[in-house]
Each structure stands twice: as C-alpha cells, then as structure tokens.
T-cell receptor, first 113, second 113 residues
Framework: AQTVTQSQPEMSVQEAETVTLSCTYD???????LFWYKQPPSRQMILVIR??????QNATENRFSVNFQKAAKSFSLKISDSQLGDTAMYFC??????????FGQGTELSVKP | DTEVTQTPKHLVMGMTNKKSLKCEQH?????MYWYKQKAKKPPELMFV???????INESVPSRFSPECPNSSLLNLHLHALQPEDSALYLC????????????FGPGTRLTVT
C-alpha cells in the first residue's frame, strides 16, 4: 500500500523569504503522479503543482517549484518570495493510474509580515 | 476554466432532517468525487462516479446517498445523520476517474445538531 508522509505539521516563514515543505512517499509503482494541494482558511482545495514520475525535470509554477527525488521517494515543495496569501494547509498527494488520491497529513504554513 | 461549484456553502440540519448537497462542473470531466474532511485532516474519499455510474463506495453508511443525474452534476443526499457527520464535504472532478489531477470545489460546511 502507498503511504505519504509530511513530517512537518506546522511551519512559519517571513514574508518575502523562501520556505521548503517536505514530503516522502512509499510505493513499489514505477508510474505515478505526485501533487501539492493548498487549502487556505477559506477551505477551497487548490492544485498548486503536479509531477509525473517519468519526468526527470522538476515541475515549476511561478513561485512554486518541486524537488523530485525518485530514488529517495521525496517530493518537496519550495515556495519563493512567500506572500501572506500563501498562508494555508499544504497537502502532498500521491496517485497511481487507476488508484485513489492518497494524501499526507498536511503541513500548516503561516507567512508572517 | 477549472471551476467546481458547490451549494450550499453552509448547512445546519437536525438528525431527523433530509437535505441534499449539490456539486456542478462544466469542464467536461467524466469523473466526480465526494470527500469528507475533518478540521486539519486530509480529505477522506467517500464515493467515485465514472461516466455517471458509481464506481467506488468507500463503505460509507447508507445515510449518505450519492446521485449523478448527468455528467456535470453530483448530489449527496443526507438522511438521519449523526453529530459525528459534521464536517466539510468536498466535491471534486477529474478528466477520467483515478487517472488525472482532481479539481476541488469550495466545499459545504455541514453541522448536524
């Protein structure tokens, strides 16, 4: 069975600084997808970034980028130039084709002015 | 357009009431999902619909009854709920079931009194 672990329940960062959220996963699959979702206090779950396991290049979306280490089964999210609006719960998620979305327990990020 | 809408935003109901949650997407997605989320926890999958047919029921109690009238609409009928059913109910959709990233609606905050 696949598992997703986010080892940092809470993190904080100063506005304009960079922060990295950690995620590790366990799977025997070779083909899968990884996602980071953001859930602000408004509670809407927003897709931040996705990564296909077969792609070696790390995905980026504006200020958000990932460090995907397939051998180490690690998928960290880096947020550059943090903004107050980045304050949210961040969920790392794994999915194999035909499988359910498996979430980590989440990291609550606070961006401080 | 990656919008999934849900109504109502908030719902308070007694244990003897019958109510329904509604979800709509116009992205042409053929898969829709219901999730239940408790505070500061990841979403838990309840149901998956693929091409308007129920494909996964995660052993959800019968007091929750899903319905997919067409490919754009998903309902969750509620009857004789318990206080522990109070939670945020999220709807999501994806291009195909369990194969692509899922897009979430803003959720319905349900309180059972």
């Amino acid at each position: 069975a696949q598992t997703v672990t986010q080892s940092q329940p809470e993190m904080s960062v100063q506005e304009a600084e960079t922060v990295t959220l950690s995620c590790t996963y366990d799977t025997s699959e070779s083909n899968y997808y990884l996602f980071w979702y953001k859930q602000p206090p408004s509670r809407q779950m927003i897709l931040v970034i996705r990564q296909e396991a077969y792609k070696q290049q790390n995905a980026t979306e504006n200020r958000f980028s990932v460090n995907f280490q397939k051998a180490a089964k690690s998928f960290s999210l880096k947020i550059s130039d943090s903004q107050l609006g980045d304050t949210a719960m961040y969920f790392c998620a794994f999915m194999k084709p035909g499988g359910k979305l498996i979430f980590g327990q989440g990291t609550e990020l606070s961006v401080k002015p | 357009d990656t919008e999934v809408t849900q109504t109502p935003k908030h719902l308070v109901m007694g244990m003897t009431n019958k109510k329904s949650l509604k979800c709509e997407q116009h992205m042409g997605h053929r898969a829709m999902y219901w999730y239940k989320q408790k505070a500061k926890k990841p979403p838990e999958l309840m149901f998956v619909y693929s091409y308007e047919k129920l494909s996964i029921n995660e052993s959800v109690p019968s007091r929750f009854s899903p319905e997919c009238p067409n490919s754009s609409l998903l309902n969750l009928h509620l009857h004789a709920l318990q206080p522990e059913d109070s939670a945020l109910y999220l709807c999501a959709s994806s291009q195909l079931a369990l194969s692509y990233e899922q897009y979430f609606g803003p959720g319905t905050r349900l309180t059972v009194t």
